[in-house]
């Protein structure tokens, strides 16, 4: 299978989170994310979704849960990351200024993939997380 990339070959290895930012960036081109608690679990129990992103910085330790139990019990892969903020700017939950900086950022304590776009890099640099953690478990 062809895999097309915007970075350039023979850089360094993606880690994780360029990966998901990556994967949420080609998603939102396609209107593949669903974003903020309510409709993420909408998207988790329907089963609609391929990927979950939950912000471990949310006030609400029973949203952590909540999302964790959904993504567990569907076999939903889920990945953590520290900032509610981040993820808002990821998932363009923000206003982009002439310079191109995200301004006036909103929290967003959970999002879902359910559709990633076109194939990328980043897209296998995630998976293969996943297969490691399998792996070990």
Same mark, same amino acid.
């Given at each position: 299978k062809a895999v097309v990339s915007t970075q350039s070959t023979g850089a360094e290895p993606m880690d994780l989170?360029?990966?998901?930012?990556?994967? #949420?960036?080609?998603?939102?081109?396609?209107?593949?994310?669903?974003?903020? !608690? *309510?409709?993420?679990?909408?998207? +988790?129990?329907? *089963? /609609?979704? #391929? +990927?979950?992103? !939950?912000? /471990?910085?949310?006030? /609400?330790?029973?949203? #952590?849960?909540?999302? /964790?139990?959904?993504?567990?019990?569907?076999?939903?892969? #889920?990945?953590?990351?520290?900032?509610a903020k981040k993820l808002g700017e990821w998932v363009g939950l923000c206003k982009i200024d002439k310079e191109g900086n995200a301004r006036k950022v909103v929290r967003c304590s959970c999002a879902v993939v359910s559709n990633f776009g076109r194939e990328s890099i980043a897209n296998e640099v995630i998976n293969d997380h996943f297969k490691r953690t399998v792996a070990a478990e």
């Open positions: 989170m360029d990966a998901l930012r990556e994967t #949420l960036k080609n998603a939102l081109i396609v209107d593949g994310v669903t974003k903020g !608690l *309510r409709e993420s679990v909408k998207k +988790l129990d329907k *089963r /609609e979704a #391929l +990927l979950c992103v !939950l912000a /471990e910085s949310t006030d /609400e330790k029973n949203i #952590l849960k909540l999302v /964790e139990a959904l993504c567990r019990e569907h076999n939903i892969n #889920l990945i953590k990351i520290d900032d």
